[in-house]
């Protein structure tokens, strides 16, 4: 499972899909409706929000804005919570981890994404995440 702690927009359309999939597993997760993952490192930083529920609608609904905004429909009606207003902390260290991993998936699966972003060195976060100081998350697996 890979939460992207990246703004969806630097996603290929493979990774997108991916991504909604394995943020509507998380949902399932973190509601209690599936035995499998319930240990996942990155489901962590969900769980230690007031609302882990809330939270990880609000990582759906920049996802399903994404690829609206590419005309995919991504169905909204399996979001099952509302939104929260609180952002979570990503380091800058994982950001730069993430967007080293990615760059590498866009190599091979679509280089030509690859050149819109290849010079890019501050990647955004993902909406729901605030980027402050450090070094990789301790929960990746490098």
């Known amino acids: 499972m890979r939460l992207w702690s990246l703004h ?5 359309s493979r990774g997108l899909v991916a991504l909604w999939r394995e943020a509507l597993l998380a949902q399932a997760v973190l509601g209690g409706e599936t035995r499998g993952y319930t240990h996942h490192p990155q489901l962590h930083r969900f769980r230690d929000t007031p609302a882990p529920m809330s939270t990880i609608a609000t990582y759906l609904y920049a996802v399903q804005a994404e690829a609206a905004a590419r005309g995919y429909r991504f169905d909204a009606s399996k979001i099952l919570s509302g939104r929260c207003a609180e952002s979570i902390p ?9 967007w080293q991993h990615l760059l590498g998936k866009l190599r091979v699966r679509d280089p030509s994404r690859l ?26 697996r490098p």
């Open 8 to 12: 969806p927009r630097y996603l290929d």
């Open 90 to 98: 990503v380091t800058r260290g994982q950001l730069d981890y993430e």
């Open 115 to 140: 050149e819109q972003f290849v010079a890019l060195t501050r990647p955004e976060p993902h909406p729901l995440f605030k980027c402050v100081p450090g070094s990789v998350a301790e929960w990746e």
